[in-house]
């Protein structure tokens, strides 16, 4: 526990330290939106059906981008083949960078979603539906994005094969996510997609975890 | 050789390297290497660049899985003991980061090991890092950047040291301060394992020599 | 009999009977199917002649998804066993499996053509094996990119299992989203029991050639890693001594 808790210290102290970074993926968020409601016409008629899709396209893509480097400092600098020798285990280590990663990229995506609603004129139900989607499918993005990662690290160019490996993984949450928000509305949390979406995150903690841990130890061999 | 006095290292015990064997890329690095390490011994691993020290460092340390070959540790096989820490290593890598400084960084790999208070300070102490301790470490020389590395080694009461090359970017009083932490890790019970380029010399009471070279016969 | 083949050798023995005998097995099999597909089965009342196309297609789907079961499946021995061979035969897997995909995808898309008037839609059969062909092209991309063979084996056999893993959960998750958007009249043709005889012969048929090109991609890696070990230069030797 208190080496997880380091772990989680020091990653976010680095963010801190980065420089904001670690905001990419929001300002990216809010460019792919701006984008897509320009490239539409700017009628809200037109955008306003479409938004829940559009957001969890931009949530994606803006994550999709951020696993490249998720791993890469660790493994580039020897801290990762030093923790390994520390005897604490891989899975224990993914999981504290998932949980950093969490935090640095959800979270605030999950706070700019009331912007997002204004931008996109949305109603009170489909913002909730959004946040409540992205909440619950947050820990399968994250660990399949981070399983990607963890297969790619230190291989230039990987980025489009990350994109390539990890969207076939995300096709089933972005699915129920979006008729998750259309059902939150009429069926609230009780809505068989936030069921679905819940399984789909158990599934990733269970397979996608070891996998991640499994793929470091393979790179580092 | 066998060391009757009592370690201070709670784990330390014998390492006893059979048949290890591991080709990269169609060459052959070693085969069949064998040699014993008893709580106290030092062995220093030689030979021309390239040859496969770091390799076979790497492989005792359980980075590298070997083609063939069994270690254990105490008789028993070694994967347990590496899972519980019982090797401390140093490669090439000092694995600091940059924007934190010595004593943070230290205090993250205490957070690791589960140290307890006051090491990281008596660490940097040690190494003379102790003025040094808020600077962040990319503004450190790659002597001083070694040192904070060794200073890691003291957070943790890992038997084994592996060390590839500790003194290649210290200055003298550096390599001085290196030696005095690997006589006192032997005198203390603890094992030794090395690698350098420069002229082994005597630490401990137990002292050998493995000199890795190429064999001149081609194979068919 | 895994451990039987483990050895190249016996692998090599193996292979010398089994391959012929699937490759015979595969163009008999194939041969009577397309046989019966052309000349011996009954239109279907909709579609006419053009349902024919779906005797190529439906073993192509099924051999496409069995192979990336395979594809796992030899992952799993590689990974759990270090087993040798297992690598091989999953890389080995990789191409012809996406193949039958692709070749799925196309004959899917002309009975399409004919069926609907487009080319593609996007359905729950064709897209789940859009995506199955993602997941061979990636798993592909692995081995290509990462140049030490061994750690290429381990991420791309990681990959191969969590992805098979996903794979119901994405047909599961295509056909729902399927039934919502496109309504299920879309994409079922018509069977009649007399369809059956063709689509079983040439579902064993491609089987078979499946298996034939596997083992003889298997034979091909066997020998090109035979003739890079017989290149060793170097052997090694190390001496102890006191100080």
Redesign the interface.
Do not use: H
């Given at each position: 526990m208190r080496a997880l808790s380091g772990l989680i210290k020091r990653d976010l102290l680095l963010a801190l330290r980065s420089g904001g970074t670690w905001a990419h993926g929001l300002v990216f968020f809010a460019v792919f939106l701006a984008l897509c409601a320009i490239a539409l016409g700017g009628e809200t008629s037109v955008i306003r059906p479409l938004a829940p899709a559009l957001i969890w396209l931009a949530l994606v893509l803006s994550l999709l981008f951020s696993f490249e480097q998720l791993f890469a400092g660790d493994v580039e600098d020897g801290s990762l083949e030093q923790i390994r020798l520390s005897g604490l285990p891989l899975t224990h280590y993914v999981s504290g960078k998932c949980i950093v990663h969490w935090l640095l990229t959800v979270v605030p995506l999950l706070a700019a979603l009331p912007i997002a609603g204004l931008f996109y004129n949305l109603s009170m139900a489909t913002s909730a539906g959004l946040f409540f989607t992205i909440l619950i499918a947050s820990p399968a993005l994250i660990i399949y994005g981070a399983?990607s990662g963890a297969?790619?690290t230190g291989?230039k160019?990987?980025g489009v094969?990350l994109v390539?490996?990890t969207?076939?993984?995300l096709?089933?949450v972005l699915?129920?996510a979006i008729?998750g928000v259309l059902s939150y509305e009429k069926a609230g949390l009780g809505a068989m997609e936030f069921q679905?979406l819940s399984g789909?995150s158990l599934?990733a903690l269970a397979?996608?975890i070891p996998?991640s841990a499994?793929?470091l130890g393979?790179?580092m061999? | 050789m066998t060391h009757s006095h009592k370690s201070i290292y709670e784990q330390a015990d014998h390492l006893e390297i059979n048949g290890l064997s591991l080709?990269y890329d169609?060459?052959?690095?070693?085969?069949d290497?064998n040699?014993a390490l008893a709580p106290g011994d030092t062995?220093?691993i030689c030979g021309a660049n390239g040859?496969?020290k770091t390799t076979l460092l790497k492989c005792v340390a359980g980075l590298i899985r070997p083609d063939a070959g069994m270690l254990t540790w105490g008789g028993d096989n070694i994967k347990a003991a590496w899972r519980s820490g019982i090797t401390a290593y140093q490669g090439h890598h000092d694995a600091h980061k940059k924007d934190l400084s010595a004593a943070e960084n230290l205090e993250f790999w205490q957070d690791i090991y589960a140290g307890e208070e006051g090491c990281v300070d008596a660490a940097l102490t040690r190494v003379g890092l102790w003025a040094r301790r808020h600077q962040r470490t990319h503004t450190l020389s790659a002597g001083q950047s070694r040192r904070l590395a060794l200073a890691r080694l003291m957070l943790r009461d890992a038997p084994l040291w592996v060390l590839d090359e500790p003194a290649a970017p210290m200055d003298e009083v550096g390599r001085a301060l290196i030696h005095d932490m690997l006589r006192a890790h032997t005198a203390r019970g603890g094992s030794l394992l090395l690698a350098s380029h420069r002229a082994?010399?005597?630490i401990g009471s137990s002292?050998?020599?493995?000199?890795?070279?190429?064999?001149r016969?081609?194979?068919? | 009999m895994i451990s039987l083949l483990a050895n190249p050798l016996r692998f090599k023995k193996f292979a010398r009977y089994a391959s012929p005998i699937f490759g015979c097995a595969a163009l008999g099999l194939i041969a009577v199917g397309v046989w019966y597909a052309l000349y011996n089965s009954p239109e279907d009342k909709l579609h006419e002649n053009a349902v024919r196309i779906l005797y190529i297609h439906v073993p192509a789907a099924l051999i496409s998804m069995s192979a990336y079961g395979a594809m796992a499946a030899a992952s799993l021995i590689a990974?759990v066993w270090r087993h040798p061979l297992a690598d091989v035969l999953a890389r080995s897997m990789a191409l012809p499996g996406a193949a039958f995909t692709v070749l799925t995808l196309a004959t899917g898309a002309i009975w399409g053509k004919t069926a609907w008037g487009t080319f593609w839609q996007w359905d729950g059969r064709m897209t789940s094996t859009l995506?199955?062909l993602?997941?061979y092209?990636?798993y592909m991309?692995?081995w290509a990119?990462?140049e030490d063979k061994?750690?290429a084996a381990?991420?791309a056999g990681?990959?191969a299992?969590?992805?098979s893993?996903?794979l119901p959960?994405?047909k599961?998750?295509?056909d729902?989203?399927n039934s919502?958007h496109q309504g299920a009249t879309l994409g079922g043709p018509g069977f009649e029991t007399s369809m059956g005889m063709p689509l079983y012969l040439l579902m064993l048929g491609y089987g078979c050639f499946f298996a034939w090109l596997t083992i003889n991609r298997v034979l091909d890696s066997i020998e090109r890693t035979k003739q890079?070990?017989?290149?060793?230069?170097?052997?090694?030797?190390?001496?102890?001594?006191?100080?």
């Open positions: 399983f297969c790619l291989y160019g990987g094969l390539l490996l969207t076939p993984l096709i089933p699915m129920f008729e679905a789909l599934i397979i996608g996998a499994a793929a393979a790179t061999e | 080709a169609g060459k052959s690095l070693f085969e290497l040699f062995v220093w040859i496969g082994p010399s005597k002292t050998r020599i493995l000199t890795l070279q190429e064999s016969d081609a194979r068919t | 990974f995506i199955l993602f997941l092209i990636g991309q692995v990119i990462i061994r750690r381990r991420i990681l990959i299992m969590v992805g893993i996903n959960v994405i599961f998750s295509v729902w989203w919502l890079k070990r017989t290149k060793t230069q170097r052997g090694a030797s190390a001496v102890m001594e006191d100080i």
